[in-house]
């Protein structure tokens, strides 16, 4: 079986995979942002690396993303709209303004141009697949690193907190407001630095490419958390990285036993996250199970005696 | 250091709900005043310590701490001048996160820069002040808050709330949740704290023990208004049922002055 191709992908979800894990875990808010901003970092990308720049073009996807989640952050923060409804609003919003970046076009093809997978393509020679995933390796350790680092500063400790108990925030003379719009800005950018990166990858900008991806960041977090358990920050976004790569395995696999057409990829991957979520409460349920099995032969012998 | 000058608050005037929750409170106190305030369940104690803090504004009236216009100031700018601990220890404390990581937060503003949050010269810090409480916290550092008791998570907020030498100090009910011996150290340690640095402090508590023993100075609030301020050599002399005495004198007096109202009124009619 082919294991490169899905470690690949596995990595670049991963990078968006992070950009939920910082919205939904460390700051505790459901982000549906990350639907447009998606789609919006690939748009960027797109129109930037035509023009003939695929560095800069990630950098500029990097910016789109933050200010993407910057906006859902205000209308949580400053116009007290609730969390859910900002993001599915600005992700609306999005829905347009990825248009406008393509100017009209739902898709893009960047077949001819040079990106940073073509310009990495020799680092391992005569084996494309290998490159890229060893480029998408490199990427991907660079923007957890920064993470876990960032995670350990007094800005990310503070967003931490945030999540965690936003009126000891407050009594601690931190703005509360500017460290969720940061976390936001953050958690998007990563976000929409996935898309970019994978527009390039693929070659391709699909305008319809963000529909369904939130529950895939999900898996990804939760299958983390399913193998490496709740624990640190730095525990939970390596954790987050391994579950992107091994949710795309699985998918691989369950192809390979053609276990499905193409358009039940978003049923597996939803059924995916529920057996993964439901873990614990099927372990409970053993456990309670066990409890009444000894409880029950304990009765019978006193009945005996 | 605290001066409230004619605070007034009202919630839902005008409405059937409508409650008078302070009433021309006028209040000064110096540098290093340790206050008690005791009062019944709606007298306005938490109200009190609610406009000092910035949780919502005032109606009329002005609040100066250390001479500075403090009245329109949001919350979290407030915060950086004034700590606050509540009656439950959840809320003190970020229960996710290690003790180490609490403290590196509540130091964050007043701390001097360093990349990592978590840096050796700050431990020290932490290490000794944890020490000082004789907890045995200080070998505890990175287990996280939410596995502590409540005495304990109290004890980790009284330490968050003055290792940033805050002008002000508000204690509200902070023993309320916990058993008397625990209580009592927390209250020791409270002493300790606000002694070494000579914080300004107002702690509210329903234990007329403690606000009589503790500080040096007491008010009594009743309806919205503070109608007992006693200080100096007359508290330190008073007693228990002396103070209920003197509470139920003034509490009448008020009554006997509705009274007077209501037959002026039926006079009229």
Not at chain 1, 189 to 208: E, N, R, Y
Request: net charge positive; hydrophobic share 45%.
């Amino acid at each position: 079986m082919d294991f490169i191709t899905p470690i690949q992908l596995g990595l670049l979800y991963s990078i968006m995979a992070l950009g939920v894990f910082i919205t939904f875990r460390i700051l505790d808010l459901p982000d549906l942002t990350v639907e447009g901003s998606v789609v919006l970092g690939m748009a960027v990308c797109a129109m930037i690396t035509k023009a003939g720049h695929p560095y800069l073009a990630l950098f500029a996807s990097i910016i789109v993303g933050a200010l993407a989640g910057l906006f859902t952050g205000i209308l949580q923060t400053k116009l007290k709209i609730n969390p859910i409804l900002s993001g599915i609003l600005t992700m609306t919003s999005l829905y347009s303004i990825n248009f406008y970046v393509t100017g009209g076009l739902a898709n893009v093809a960047l077949t001819k141009e040079r990106t940073i997978f073509t310009d990495l393509n020799s680092i391992i020679p005569n084996s494309k697949p290998l490159s890229y995933m060893v480029t998408a390796l490199i990427i991907t350790i660079i923007v957890s690193a920064l993470l876990i680092i960032f995670f350990k500063t007094k800005p990310g400790l503070a967003i931490r907190a945030t999540g965690d108990n936003e009126d000891m925030v407050r009594s601690s003379s931190i703005n509360a407001n500017f460290t969720k719009c940061a976390g936001l800005a953050i958690g998007n950018a990563c976000v929409a630095l996935s898309g970019a990166l994978i527009g390039q990858q693929q070659m391709f900008f699909d305008s319809g490419f963000g529909i369904g991806i939130v529950v895939i960041g999900l898996a990804a977090v939760i299958i983390g958390e399913a193998v490496f358990g709740k624990r640190s920050v730095t525990i939970g976004i390596i954790s987050t990285v391994i579950g992107s790569i091994i949710y795309y395995l699985i998918i691989a696999l369950a192809r390979r036993i053609d276990l499905f057409p193409s358009y039940g990829f978003k049923l597996a991957t939803a059924l995916i996250v529920i057996i993964a979520l439901s873990f614990p409460a099927v372990k409970d349920w053993w456990e309670l199970h066990k409890i009444r099995k000894r409880a029950k032969e304990s009765l019978n012998n006193i009945k005996y005696n | 250091m605290l001066k409230l000058i004619d605070v007034n608050k009202t919630f839902y005037p005008n409405t059937a709900n409508e409650k008078k929750a302070l009433q021309s409170i006028n209040l000064t106190l110096k540098k290093g005043d340790f206050v008690t305030i005791v009062g019944s369940n709606g007298a306005g104690k938490s109200t009190l310590f609610n406009t000092i803090c910035g949780n919502f504004l005032i109606d009329k009236g002005g609040i100066f701490l250390d001479g500075e216009n403090i009245t329109v100031m949001p919350d979290y700018k407030r915060s950086y001048n004034i700590g606050r601990i509540f009656q439950d220890p959840m809320k003190g404390t970020a229960p996710g996160m290690t003790i180490e990581e609490n403290l590196c937060l509540a130091y964050t503003r007043k701390a001097k820069r360093s990349f990592f949050a978590l840096n050796r010269r700050d431990y020290k810090l932490f290490y000794e002040l944890l020490k000082s409480l004789d907890l045995g916290l200080e070998d505890r550092m990175k287990v996280k808050v939410g596995q502590l008791s409540g005495g304990q998570r109290q004890a980790v907020s009284l330490l968050m709330s003055t290792i940033s030498s805050p002008k002000l100090l508000l204690l509200d009910e902070h023993t309320a949740a916990l058993d008397p011996k625990t209580a009592e150290k927390v209250l020791q340690i409270t002493n300790k704290l606000v002694d070494e640095k000579n914080i300004t402090t107002m702690m509210i508590t329903h234990n007329i023990n403690s606000a009589l023993k503790m500080g040096n100075r007491i008010l009594v609030m009743d309806e919205g208004k503070i109608v007992l301020d006693i200080s100096g050599e007359e508290k330190s002399k008073m007693t228990q049922d002396e103070l209920l005495n003197l509470y139920s004198q003034k509490s009448r007096k008020q009554f006997s002055n509705d009274r007077t109202l209501f037959s002026a009124n039926d006079e009229n009619i």
